[in-house]
């Protein structure tokens, strides 16, 4: 295979852009494990006392996460997120408005592989989303199991994330003054192992608990399409029935995340690598859809909704598609 070297002259703004998505990548991949091995080595040091602390303290406020987290604005609106907005570039569009008096229950499309879209336009202000949507707090949720990881818990509160469970997403949707989005990747991490450049195959047809829980609270729906989150990875081939879509699918059971076997580029070579392509990523954020209230909704209205959801998702994807260079012989697949 032959290598193609980055030039020796590239800007200095380019080299920031990469330096920023590389941290970024080594976060989601491994800071989680590096955190865990440092408060173990800790305690083996004379720094222990500060372990035991930390842990009394840990202890004290395990419910934060569920409780709309700790969001600290400084790390939202780092120049980091900026110089990695950049590097792709991300931009959000917004199609319509919405009411900081209400609470939204949003759905973003899809999870790509590493889920670039949600993490820089929800978790961070790199795209402006407060500009845009003033008055709105956004709220990621992401799996509880990363909330039990020691310091990694609280860089993920930092950044407005909070733990994907029906408690945690009941204090978002809770708030009497309105003004939060609970903001929820509903492909989740088996949808990432249908990312590739080229698919709009979405994990979508028979999830309805996002749907049920927009109805209990009586919360408008807002769909999001993120148009070339999937382009920034390639895959290797794992069609349905493989053996290497059954581990997948077997270690996905067991440890609670997939495992897709990706790769794109690298830091100082463009053949090889973990580090995403510099393609563009347009996250559309669509008109809300209105939600009747219902404490105990029957599986017909839950299904009826459902199909509304996914008739306005797969209208907003059509009708900006030509925009984002998207064939207009491709549509959703809704599986």
């Not at 973003?108 to 709105?136: D, K, Q, R, Y």
């Not at 310091?151 to 733990?163: I, K």
């Not at 492909?187 to 195959?201: H, K, Y």
Request: overall charge positive.
């Amino acid at each position: 295979m032959k290598i193609e070297f980055a030039p020796l002259s590239v800007p200095l703004r380019r080299r920031l852009q990469t330096a920023s998505v590389v941290q970024w990548v080594f976060t989601f991949l491994a800071l989680a494990q590096c955190c865990t091995a440092a408060f173990i080595a800790l305690f083996f040091t004379r720094f222990w006392l500060l372990c035991v602390l930390y842990a009394v303290w840990w202890l004290k406020d395990r419910e934060k996460p569920s409780k709309g987290g700790r969001r600290i604005h400084a790390v939202r609106n780092s120049v980091v997120w900026r110089y990695m907005r950049d590097y792709f570039p991300v931009t959000l569009v917004k199609t319509a408005e919405l009411d900081p008096r209400q609470n939204y229950l949003m759905g973003f499309h899809p999870h790509g592989v590493l889920a670039v879209g949600a993490f820089l336009n929800l978790c961070t202000e790199a795209s402006g989303f407060s500009m845009l949507f003033p008055g709105i707090t956004p709220h990621l949720m992401m799996l509880s199991m990363w909330f039990r990881v020691p310091f990694f818990r609280d860089y993920l509160m930092s950044g407005g994330l909070v733990s994907s469970d029906k408690e945690s997403a009941s204090y978002v949707l809770k708030n009497p003054e309105g003004g939060n989005v609970l903001a929820i990747i509903i492909g989740g991490a088996q949808e990432a192992l249908d990312a590739r450049p080229g698919s709009f195959t979405l994990l979508l047809k028979n999830r309805k608990g996002f749907i049920r829980l927009a109805i209990e609270h009586g919360t408008p729906l807002v769909p999001v399409f993120s148009f070339g989150e999937n382009d920034l990875f390639e895959q290797v081939r794992n069609p349905k029935g493989s053996w290497l879509r059954r581990v997948q699918h077997r270690l996905q059971k067991i440890m609670g995340i997939s495992l897709p076997l990706f790769h794109a580029r690298g830091i100082f070579q463009y053949s090889f690598g973990l580090v995403p392509y510099r393609r563009p990523i347009y996250t559309v954020v669509g008109k809300p859809i209105p939600v009747q209230r219902n404490r105990k909704p029957s599986e017909e209205e839950v299904d009826r909704v459902h199909e509304k959801y996914l008739n306005e998702l797969s209208k907003l994807f059509e009708e900006h598609k030509a925009k984002y260079n998207i064939p207009e012989d491709k549509h959703l697949e809704f599986i």
